[in-house]
């Protein structure tokens, strides 16, 4: 076999894979694009319900059971609405908030709190200020008129 009839037969086959590459869903297909699509919602799915499952739990660690009753802007639509806007965010955000809302048996200090307030002021914390400085707020107030509270941390 010459190079001419092998360049022949390497071009005849490269267009026989690339052609049903594209006819079963190749990269510029709808097929593919469904499931990038899908990739990406199941990617946001997965921070949501991770954030959600972390704030939480370490709300809950962290206050006593009547001032997380009573943490509104926390238990209504504040959790959704908060991890809806991480999850949306760029991954690095999540990051970010894991480190003001620890994993057990962690909780979260005063220390903590007035972090994560100039977080939220910074680019960083953008996409999530408007909702969550009233979370700073409330946490350190109920750290502070508690004497149980201050004596636990």
Known sequence: MGPATF???STTWLFAVRSSLYSSGGPNSCAWEEQRVESKRW???RRFTSVMERLFAS????MFE???DNFQSFRDDGLHEFCTLVAEAEPSIEIEITNFFPQFPARI???KWKDFKPWLNSDMGE???DIRLPWSRYGRYTQQ?????EIQF
């Not at 709300?59 to 962290?62: F, G, L, Q, T």
């Not at 008129?145 to 509270?149: G, M, T, Y």
């Open 7 to 9: 360049v022949e037969r």
């Open 43 to 45: 990617a946001r799915a």
């Open 59 to 62: 709300m809950r660690r962290s």
């Open 66 to 68: 009547r001032h997380f």
């Open 109 to 111: 200090t005063q220390e």
């Open 127 to 129: 996409p999530v200020r």
């Open 145 to 149: 008129i508690c004497a149980e509270v």
